[in-house]
């Protein structure tokens, strides 16, 4: 029986030529040639691979991937097993690595940290050194090339082979493990790859793959890819259904944004769809990662134990907010950095029509979620429109009336002052704001009734793009 990976004592350093329990051949077929260095000795418990394909970045979206790592945690067994990790100075450390890492550390199981350390570290790259990466771990292997001396990076050192032209990450998990699990492998993928070289490999034929399959379908694909030794071990993983995708109750909202106004709600013949001029639109969109108070760890951590909190949609974001009575500048796409909150004249109607993705910003404008404030309220706080030029404006223009400057063409031609842009320097605090003063307008009607009994003011619909 295996020892347990906490119970064992750390001893003096060691060092193999070759992963421990994996033959010089096998190592160098799939890695290269690389020594493995053990600060702390070689751990004794079953070694565990988690692998998957390349997750989106809209990782809120992914909450089945998110259930089948949960999943997987709750089965390991904290004293027989220890879940293997592998990043480096050098390449590209993936979300998938990552949140596996924070699983295990949530779920009390053991990690063995590689560090693949290929002797160089690149000036534009800020790393910490090896000995501060792997200290948080009781357990780690620093995996550093053979010939050093010759100053080569990581490709170069393996021979030229198929399997070693995928990603060096993925092939030291695969060869690691003792026992392989994966979560996702989309069709071609690497990851998918990695599983056929894993198959047709005779010293890898007694490590058992559990791969996650959503039906019974599914597992053909698997005798596809292992048509002859049957490792690929189908393990079916069916979704909760459980499908939250409202970020706040609306007795938890409702309590916290009733008492923001002295007047009530504006009335629906005096909002931005009938005198669009008397009013100034921010538009809000989904998130991709942490909130700006907030880093990647607790933001990882509400997306590995599937807490509605961890909702990063339109919704959520225009909820978060309406929560805060605040909205936070941003000093994104602004020359200067200055820290501003943006506005648009442009009449609420017109958004359907306008909304479109920026691929230099790798976003959507004028979505159908946001807030309208009244323009007389905006420009008594300060709020200005943006001064449309060119880089001789810029550089002829006053300091104080640089943070309200906008090119007017982009690079690939856009023209920028068809946005009607006004701008507020720093946050905007509406909360002391009367409620008829401000406007909440979402996609649809379902999202009116969703969000009208949570807050104080009047939330209407973006009305649909004309034929």
């Given at each position: ?30 890695v ?17 691979s ?16 998110f ?8 089965r ?7 879940v293997?990790?592998v ?8 979300h998938?690595?990552?949140?596996v ?16 350390d ?26 550093q ?11 170069s ?17 695969f060869?690691?493990?003792?026992r ?16 056929r ?19 019974p379908?599914?597992?053909e ?15 079916y993983?069916f ?6 995708d409202h970020?706040l ?8 944004v ?12 005096d909002?931005p769809?009938?005198?669009?001029e008397e ?12 909130w ?6 607790a ?6 134990l599937g807490?509605?909190?961890?909702n990063?949609s ?12 605040k ?6 796409a ?6 501003m ?5 442009v009449?609420?109607?017109q ?21 309208a404030?009244?323009k ?12 449309y ?10 300091e ?7 090119r ?25 704001l ?11 009607t ?10 104080p003011?009047?939330?209407?619909a ?6």
């Amino acid at each position: 029986m295996a020892s347990s990976a906490e119970d064992q004592s750390p001893i003096s350093p060691q060092v193999t030529n070759s992963f421990t329990g994996v033959s010089p051949e096998c190592w160098r077929r799939w890695v290269g040639d690389f020594s493995c260095l053990w600060p702390s000795g070689i751990p004794t418990a079953r070694r565990v691979s988690v692998v998957s394909s390349r997750l989106p970045a809209a990782l809120d979206r992914c909450g089945e991937w998110f259930e089948r790592l949960r999943t997987l945690m709750l089965r390991l067994d904290p004293v027989q097993d220890i879940v293997c990790v592998v990043e480096s100075h050098d390449l590209h450390r993936t979300h998938v690595n990552r949140l596996v890492h924070q699983a295990a550390r949530l779920f009390g199981v053991p990690v063995l940290q590689i560090v693949i350390d290929c002797g160089r570290h690149p000036s534009s790259v800020k790393t910490k050194p090896t000995e501060d990466r792997i200290a948080t771990e009781q357990f780690s292997c620093i995996l550093q090339p053979v010939d050093r001396l010759q100053g080569t990076d990581c490709d170069s050192i393996v021979s030229i082979h198929r399997l070693q032209q995928l990603p060096l990450i993925d092939r030291v998990l695969f060869v690691v493990s003792e026992r392989l699990c994966v979560l996702d492998a989309r069709s071609g993928g690497h990851t998918q790859q990695l599983l056929r070289h894993h198959a047709v490999d005779n010293e890898r034929a007694d490590i058992l793959i559990h791969h996650v399959v959503q039906h019974p379908d599914a597992s053909e694909s698997l005798q596809r890819i292992d048509p002859v030794r049957r490792i690929l071990v189908p393990w079916y993983l069916f979704p909760s259904g459980i499908v939250d995708d409202h970020p706040l109750s609306a007795q938890e909202s409702a309590e916290e944004v009733r008492d923001s106004g002295s007047r009530g709600p504006a009335t629906e013949n005096d909002g931005p769809l009938d005198k669009p001029e008397e009013w100034l639109l921010h538009w809000t969109r989904s998130r991709r990662g942490p909130w700006p108070d907030q880093s990647d760890q607790a933001w990882f951590e509400e997306l590995i134990l599937g807490v509605p909190s961890a909702n990063r949609s339109a919704l959520a974001v225009l909820m978060r907010i309406l929560m805060d009575r605040k909205i936070l500048a941003s000093s994104e796409a602004i020359r200067g950095g200055y820290r501003m909150v943006a506005f648009t004249q442009v009449p609420l109607e017109q958004f359907r029509k306008r909304h479109c993705f920026r691929r230099h910003r790798h976003r959507f404008d004028f979505e159908p979620w946001g807030i309208a404030v009244r323009k007389r309220c905006l420009f008594e706080l300060g709020a200005r429109p943006v001064i449309y030029g060119d880089d001789n404006n810029w550089q002829e223009m006053d300091e104080f009336d640089r943070p309200w400057f906008q090119r007017r063409t982009g690079k690939s031609g856009e023209q920028f002052d068809s946005e009607r842009e006004w701008r507020l320097a720093g946050d905007l605090s509406f909360g002391a704001l009367p409620a008829s003063d401000v406007i909440v307008f979402v996609d649809d009607t379902a999202a009116v009734d969703h969000l009208a009994p949570q807050v104080p003011y009047q939330v209407i619909a973006v009305p649909p793009e004309a034929a």
